[in-house]
């Protein structure tokens, strides 16, 4: 089986910064698209952050030019790093892949912003 893990969440005041990993384990050969996902509580998830196995990039409008996503493919793991955090910003963030047709789901981890 594959499992992805998500780290790098906590409390943080607005305008400070987190890192986001998504460590990807398992039977893993190779892996296509991985995105970043959030929930607000009371909200629907949305997509954040994806990029490809090339390494283009794609953001939701709110977070462009805060956030970047990254991956390392020699660690099979993926990042987030986001700067200038909004209290807006705050819910669980789900790492998200796709691997040979398959799509998996982390966990989740949370992120508070406080104001």
């Known amino acids: 089986q594959v499992q992805l893990v998500e780290s790098g969440g906590g409390l943080v005041q607005a305008g400070g910064s987190l890192r986001l990993s998504c460590a990807a384990s398992?039977?893993?050969?190779?892996?296509?698209?991985m995105d970043w996902y959030r929930q607000a509580p009371g909200k629907q998830r949305e997509l954040v952050a994806t990029?490809?196995?090339?390494?283009?990039?794609n953001y939701l409008y709110s977070v462009k030019g805060r956030f970047t996503i990254s991956r390392d493919n020699a660690k099979n793991t993926m990042y987030l790093q986001m700067n200038s955090l909004k209290p807006e910003d705050t819910g669980v963030y789900y790492c998200h892949a796709l691997m040979r047709g398959t799509y998996y789901w982390g966990q989740g981890t949370q992120v508070t912003v406080s104001s």
């Open positions: 990029i490809t196995s090339g390494g283009s990039t």
């Open positions: 398992g039977n893993i050969f190779s892996i296509n698209a």
